[in-house]
């Protein structure tokens, strides 16, 4: 094995080792001190359960990564990202904070690493005829990327075991190309995705169907954030580095990103064509649909776990195509999915009302 394989190896051990052990003492510390999550009209489950376990995936990437991995090229700042929401989950987690508070977080969050790392998308490569952006419209956008993917994150953690099993599949297509092309510009960040990696693992085993702990806005936002930056950075290295589908990386990434950023979308435009906030909370989302098929929570996460790795599958096999056509493929069928997912619910209230 490579030196790089065997710090690789180790910080994957380490952050998985301290996830492992980390989790059962919080679960101990929750349920004594009474900080639960009580089940309510929009929550699957049905028993008081705690929400800390973004605690334990906090401390098995952060403790590995810092050990084992070069801090440059915008690492250390990704890191006070970490730490900055990773304050601003827990709080939400044991009290509850206002949306706009977890905004501001995040705003200072996508701050450091813009400006002070300089990790932003600097060309549309293409996109509709666009290629190098303004420094203003660069940052705008990037910060709305990080913001958008972050919250996405978020969304996607209703139920046992699925936020933790899309993370970790984004994660690891993403460092599997950060390893191979990454070089000296980008290679450091596959120790972020194996990092992250190894403390989703150990969390997830606490974290299937029936879930003894949950992730909570301490590990999604943090989770959401990382996964973030390494979308920008698998995009900026298409660009940069020529590598490893060239211009097509924006399409890619967003293939790569495909439950999530579908569900997000879709449900922020229902809920926009009800009159509503897109904002306000409702079970409307993708897992939620398909719970409604009579899918069970394991059998519902690993088919949205499927899904997103077809879709990876399709944009990597015909990268060849260009952003616009798999752009356009991506939203295609996102509207077939979403017409049959509204078809299904209508039918299903039907029947309600029919019985």
């Known amino acids: 094995m490579t030196p790089l394989g065997i ?66 090229n915008g690492i250390q700042q990704l890191l006070a990202g970490c730490i900055v929401l990773f304050f601003v989950g827990l709080k939400d987690d044991l009290v509850s904070i206002s949306v706009s508070k977890k905004f501001v977080g995040q705003l200072l969050a996508t ?11 600097t060309s549309f490569q293409g996109i509709l005829g666009i290629h190098e952006l303004p420094v203003g419209i660069s940052y705008a956008f990037t910060f709305f990327v990080i913001v958008g993917i972050t919250n996405a994150i978020n969304l996607i953690d209703g139920l046992d075991g699925l936020a933790g099993s899309i993370v970790l599949i984004v994660v690891s297509t993403f460092g599997y190309y950060f390893v191979r092309y990454g070089g ?67 399409a890619v990434a967003a293939g790569i990103l495909f439950v999530p950023l579908f569900d997000t979308l879709r449900v922020f435009i229902v809920r926009m064509m009800a009159g509503r906030s897109p904002f306000a909370p409702d079970k409307n989302h993708v897992h939620h649909r398909i719970l409604a098929m009579g899918f069970q929570q394991i059998s519902t996460v690993m088919l949205l776990g499927l899904l997103n790795l077809v ?40 029947q309600r009302v029919a019985s």
């Open 7 to 72: 710090q690789l190896s180790l910080s994957f051990l380490w952050a998985f080792l301290v996830a492992l052990f980390a989790v059962p003492s919080i679960i101990y510390i929750a349920h004594l001190k009474n900080m639960l999550d009580t089940p309510n009209v929009r929550t699957v489950h049905e028993s008081l359960t705690p929400r800390l376990g973004g605690v334990a995936v906090f401390a098995g990437f952060m403790s590995a990564l810092t050990i084992f991995a070069d801090l440059g």
């Open 111 to 121: 701050g450091i690493v813009m400006i002070m790392a300089d990790v932003r998308l």
């Open 184 to 250: 000296a510009s980008y290679g450091n960040y596959v120790f972020v995705s194996v990092c992250l990696i190894g403390g989703i693992l150990g969390f997830l085993r606490y974290n299937f169907h029936r879930a003894s702990i949950f992730m909570g806005d301490t590990g999604s936002l943090v989770c959401g954030f990382i996964v973030s930056v390494l979308t920008i950075q698998f995009i900026e290295m298409g660009l940069k580095v020529g590598q490893p589908f060239g211009s097509s990386s924006p």
């Open 311 to 350: 879709v990876i599958l399709f944009v990597i096999n015909f990268s060849e195509l260009g952003n616009t056509v798999l752009i356009g493929a991506l939203v295609g069928f996102s509207l077939l999915l979403s017409v049959f997912l509204g078809v299904y619910r209508s039918r299903s209230a039907e």
